[in-house]
């Protein structure tokens, strides 16, 4: 993947933190101690390009989506849209910038409002930006939306419990396409779906990339997904970047340990290869954000710490004592773009996968 | 077959949803509803006691103010004599009265419900949305009004303006009706408040923000429509709620005041007579107002199951 000229980056996003105050007490609420949702998230998408960004639950995924369409203050970090710095802005200037970023949700049962029409609700763009398309043309322009994605244009007047799941979020993808974006977010936008619809979802979107040249910031738990649509990958654990790379990087020449626990959970659909790949099972859930873990945040869970620490000799901890005091900074591997934060980045590749 | 069926059948093929569901909610609402006899039932129940409320003289040709004391205590006559429900014992006519006394107690009703509904909705929707110190001061409001009694309170506020000097029947209900809004709001305003809270965190009304929909938008068009079932579920029985409760303030003497008539003042000085064999008195009214009643809880019954996209 050529590195693209500045001037292609629509979104960069540089050590973006997102905390949460924890508050106790009836009449007086005192901060008790801090959530860090996201904690120093940097990331860069491109014109045209798919980053997708993987991670478990409880990753700070779904807050990174969030703090990137406004809706989320950010606590410290930058977020520049197309050059311009956006998160000091005020509400006047952010609605302009929202015609930039728009969200693609999880779950079409909730993100449409029940009460509105199908029209109502993909035109209410228009109310809101009267300047995106003229009055007389309202209705015209949501026909052609509604085209667009898919779903026909006569039916501008059902509402959305008249459709099925998959048609639902067609209608939630033509409501953000409606202010003409040039940056979607889609927060899992076919894990609620049924997998012979997410195959038709994901084509849409990749239809919609080429004919409108839109930039996907593409969340997903669903790696096969992501190394299907995505140009760039963005491994995220507790609030922080893993490992980043281009999906040829990541899914094969993996650097971290956690994308490595990953990539091996995806099934395979040939049993012989099967056989000889054996997953990495990791322990226990991943740990509160409101207190981490020091040092590496993945070594409570690592299943190379204590490959690595057998082999130098450690405290008996079975955990390099680097690795619990030192938190690893992304750190360029051989290819260039392909970064990993982690101390003992060489050896993911050369441990047996298999190790028991 | 003929060209004209087969056009019918061509029609009905590419229309097919035309039928049911091509309308607004409102208009769903509408089909519903008329396929249900007992609505069909309550709706005339209703309609009937508005027209009497509205022309009082298209049912009686007597004047609720005149009365004989010649005439007192008649026994209802039936329709054909010159008091068809009777006369109360200073022989004013009961007819008259129950007619001219529907346009107080409906107006009461109406007044105390709206303006209630009203304060309980914009309160309950600003407490729910921005939360924090609006929210934590119209709650605290919420819970001193709420444990005030009604009754001591309409005591005590209505004993202090009795004097005040009132004409034409607004002013005869004003007092009663500003006192029952005050304490009648509190109830909307916790539903509401519930309701936002549970609705503005879904994925809607984040699409409408990221969109850029400012806050009167968000509330106005993505909240309230999906936070104000229960309200409208309320209503029809707050409405019989208020009546019923000015006919306990006129029976404590401080509800709508003679010589005007209301439903509630007729059913007190009827309950006096109730036991000297005068039970017609009693039963006129009272009938009157159950039945109002009955007709709009049904109404509103029937309108929260017919309004609700989940039910269909």
Redesign the interface.
């Given at each position: 993947m050529p590195d693209g000229s500045e001037g292609d980056v629509l979104l960069q996003v540089d050590d973006l933190v997102k905390y949460y105050p924890v508050r106790r007490g009836v009449v007086f609420k005192r901060t008790v101690g801090q959530v860090r949702a996201v904690d120093g998230v940097s990331l860069t998408l491109r014109r045209g390009q798919t980053l997708g960004l993987v991670g478990e639950s409880g990753s700070g995924k779904s807050t990174l989506a969030?703090l990137l369409?406004?809706?989320e203050a950010p606590t410290s970090g930058r977020i520049l849209v197309e050059g311009v710095d956006v998160s000091g802005m005020k509400r006047a200037e952010?609605?302009r910038l929202?015609?930039t970023?728009?969200?693609i949700?999880?779950?079409p049962y909730?993100?449409?409002?029940?009460?509105?029409?199908v029209g109502e609700i993909v035109g209410?763009?228009f109310?809101?930006?009267p300047d995106a398309a003229p009055k007389g043309a309202r209705t015209k322009a949501v026909r052609e939306l509604l085209d667009l994605v898919g779903l026909n244009p006569d039916h501008l007047?059902?509402?959305p419990?008249?459709f099925s799941g998959g048609q639902r979020q067609r209608i939630?993808i033509a409501?953000a396409l409606?202010?003409k974006p040039r940056i979607l977010i889609c927060d899992e936008p076919v894990s609620a779906l049924d997998v012979s619809i997410q195959g038709q979802v994901i084509n849409l979107l990749e239809k919609l990339q080429d004919e409108l040249g839109l930039a996907y910031l593409f969340i997903a738990h669903d790696l096969s997904v992501v190394r299907h649509i995505a140009d760039q990958v963005a491994v995220m654990y507790l609030g922080r970047t893993a490992e980043t790379g281009t999906d040829v990087q990541v899914f094969e020449q993996t650097r971290h340990p956690y994308s490595r626990a990953l990539m091996s959970a995806v099934p395979l659909p040939d049993p012989t290869l099967r056989d000889t790949r054996r997953p990495i099972v990791l322990e226990g859930e991943v740990p509160s954000p409101a207190a981490p873990p020091s040092g590496c945040r993945f070594h409570t869970r690592c299943w190379l710490a204590p490959i690595v620490a057998g082999r130098e000799g450690g405290d008996g901890t079975g955990v390099p004592s680097v690795c619990s005091t030192v938190q690893p900074e992304l750190e360029q591997q051989e290819a260039s773009g392909h970064l990993a934060a982690c101390h003992f980045a060489a050896d993911v590749t050369s441990e047996a996968v298999g190790h028991d | 077959m003929s060209d004209q069926t087969v056009q019918v059948l061509i029609t009905e093929e590419q229309n097919p949803?035309e039928g049911r569901?091509?309308?607004?909610?409102w208009g769903d609402a509408f089909r519903t509803l008329r396929r249900r006899p007992e609505v069909i039932i309550a709706a005339l129940v209703a309609l009937f006691f508005l027209v009497v409320a509205l022309f009082p003289k298209l049912f009686t040709s007597q004047d609720p103010q005149h009365c004989d004391i010649a005439d007192s205590g008649i026994p209802p006559q039936g329709f054909g004599g010159a008091h068809p429900f009777g006369t109360d014992i200073t022989g004013c006519d009961m007819l008259a009265g129950v007619v001219y006394g529907a346009r107080p107690s409906l107006l009461l009703a109406f007044i105390v419900v709206g303006l209630s509904v009203l304060i309980g909705v914009t309160l309950g929707t600003l407490a729910g949305f921005y939360l924090g110190w609006v929210d934590t001061i119209i709650s605290r409001a919420v819970e001193v009004f709420l444990v005030i009694p009604l009754l001591l309170a309409a005591l005590l506020l209505l004993s202090l303006f009795h004097g005040a000097e009132t004409s034409g029947v607004l002013g005869s209900i004003l007092q009663p009706a500003l006192v029952l809004t005050l304490f009648g709001w509190m109830g909307y305003t916790r539903y509401v408040r519930a309701n936002v809270l549970e609705t503005k965190n879904?994925?809607?009304v984040?699409?409408?923000?990221?969109?850029?929909?400012?806050d009167l938008?968000i509330m106005v068009?993505?909240v309230l429509?999906?936070a104000i079932g229960t309200v409208t579920a309320l209503v029809p029985t707050a409405i019989a709620g208020v009546i019923g409760t000015e006919a306990v303030l006129a029976f404590l003497g401080i509800g709508v005041r003679p010589p005007a008539v209301s439903w509630g003042i007729l059913i007190s000085n009827g309950s006096e007579r109730f036991a000297a064999g005068s039970q017609y008195l009693l039963l006129f009214p009272l009938g009157c107002l159950v039945l109002t009643v009955l007709a709009f809880v049904i109404l509103g019954d029937a309108l929260r199951d017919a309004l609700d996209?989940?039910l269909?």
């Open positions: 969030k369409v406004g809706v952010r609605r929202r015609r970023i728009q969200l949700f999880q779950d909730t993100s449409l409002n029940p009460r509105m029409s209410e763009a109310a809101i930006h007047n059902r509402y419990h008249q939630g409501r409606a202010v | 949803e569901g091509g309308g607004s909610i879904l994925d809607y984040v699409a409408a923000r990221v969109l850029g929909a400012s938008r068009r993505h429509p999906n996209p989940k269909k």
